[in-house]
């Protein structure tokens, strides 16, 4: 048994490929851990940054900072009536939440986080990502129809129409980028997700700045159309709370509802895990080229460690600011916990064999992470659209020139 | 690598797919019937990978989810459920469905007593990794002309329904 646990540690490979369940099953349960605790910080982070974008606190009651209030939502949740409406269809009313959750979770197994960081490297990587988190729509127009409601009915048809017309355009950006990985001497490209960052390190560039500016003008349709694939504004139609209260989700309350919530947050990191492997270089660390040489890999390599350091420092900056009531002397002592605990993971972080480790992970979620703001950052800045608009828009604007990306991308990849 | 419990989870797919498609024509409402289907078509994405064709299984997955979708779409918007519940479900033609069955039958029968030599021992054993570049090199290679005919015709169908739905263009 420990031998067979020890024997992965010494191969260069996913342990999905080198056929270890042992790791494969540590690693789902480390990115299913990472991600529950990523969909609470978003919570927390969404609320936070859109609240000072409208120049207000936000949560400040539970916790400092309102550091607690999704632990605190997810309790009520959790103790929250659960209601079935009584003309529903129970078994797909019960059903629909799970597919959803499901899918948001089952594409994670090819999400490359480095380059032996993941539970597998499916030879259809982005052809599965796709393919599976197509399905939740499913989940959601199930959810829509078996509440037997209005609201969720019309909620559940914009969210079919809205996904499937922008899924095309999705996928043709997706295609450039894999025309691009081909350009190399055997000619043949790759879907695996591991494959197509290994392709942008050899190429030496990110596919964003390959053929400029096709890559960035496949980049931006994807941007776009991922916003638009996870009903986030302003493409939130099918949950547009003026028009129809909450959408497809209207009839459901406590956990179930907190499983929609779930499955949103990590579709959201999913779809973004999609654009940083394709067009950011996934693992790869920035400047790979301009900043060479052993001086510059180990600055880039303490990165990590700086940025819980930082983190650390927040908190001691926020606990010398914590009002000095005794009505808070819990929170302060906690803040300052939270910080020390930062702190400390920021100095093991240091140690030179878990940095060399860590730093994959650390850059592809820093780059995911400036994609998860970026959604926070359109909620708290766009309108919504109008639906008519939203199908213009997908269908007239990006699939005629994601067509135009894709012939371009082919005509120079043969010309050069 | 080595696949592991091959019979189990054969067995489970195929039985998940036979369950699927005897739930998919007994259910009464339409609904059931389409999520059924889902599940046997999920199901044969499963067995397709288990034959190493990792490509074909996605493609099954990506092209009926999205046709499943428009099936709902159809039954959600088309089809009178209160309706249909009442009206009767199979149109009894036994004749014909003998016939059928026998002959289906007939069929299973030789192949598993005559499989043996009608089928090689082995199929070729293709290298998992190259499934899908093998399968872009004979579509755009061998069977170019082929592949692009298809996609004209599903292009010419598209433009027809596009003008047959449309009153004015």
Known sequence: MLEYIRSYLDSNVTPGVAGNVFWAFVYIVLIFLGLSIAVIAMNWLERKILAHMQIRLGPMRVGPHGLLQPIADALKLLIKEDIMPAEADKFVFWVAPLIVVLTAFTVFIVVPFGPTHAVTDMNIGVLFMLGVSSLSVLGVVMAGWASNSHYPLIGALRSSAQMVSYEIAMGLAVVSAVLMSSLNERGTGTLSMIGIVQAQQSQGTWFIFKFFPLGLIAFVIFAIAMVAETNRAPFDLPEAESELTAGFHTEYSGFRWSLFFLAEYSAMIAVSSIAVTLWLGGWLRPFSNWLTGSTWDLVFSLFPGVTFLILAAMCFYSTIRMPKHPYFRIQTMGLAGFGVVLALIGLVLFAPPVRDRVQDIYWFSVKVAFFMYLYIWYRGTFPRYRFDQLMKVGWKVLLPIGIAVLIATALVGVMF | ?169
């Not at chain 2, 990792?54 to 209160?82: D, E, H, K, S």
């Not at chain 2, 998992?128 to 996609?151: D, W």
């Not at chain 2, 004209?152 to 027809?160: S, W």
């Open chain 2, 1 to 169: 690598m080595q696949p592991v419990a091959t019979p189990f989870f054969f067995y489970m797919l195929s039985g998940l797919a036979l369950l699927g498609g005897i739930l998919t024509i007994t259910r009464r409402n339409p609904v059931h019937s389409a999520l059924a289907l889902i599940l046997t078509l999920l199901a044969q994405a499963g067995l397709y990978l288990m034959l190493y064709a990792p490509f074909v299984a996605g493609v099954q997955i990506i092209l009926y989810a999205g046709g499943i979708m428009v099936l709902f779409l159809f039954v959600i918007m088309l089809v009178n459920i209160t309706q249909v519940e009442k009206e009767g479900q199979f149109n009894k033609q036994w004749i014909a469905g003998i016939v059928a069955a026998f002959a289906l039958g007939v069929l299973f029968v030789y192949v598993y007593t005559k499989g043996q030599s009608l089928f090689p021992d082995h199929s070729a054993q293709l290298p998992e990794q190259a499934n899908t570049q093998q399968i872009a090199q004979l579509l755009y290679g061998n069977y170019m002309f082929a592949f692009e005919i298809a996609s004209l015709l599903l292009l010419v169908a598209i433009i027809g329904a596009v003008v047959m739905a449309k009153k004015k263009i």
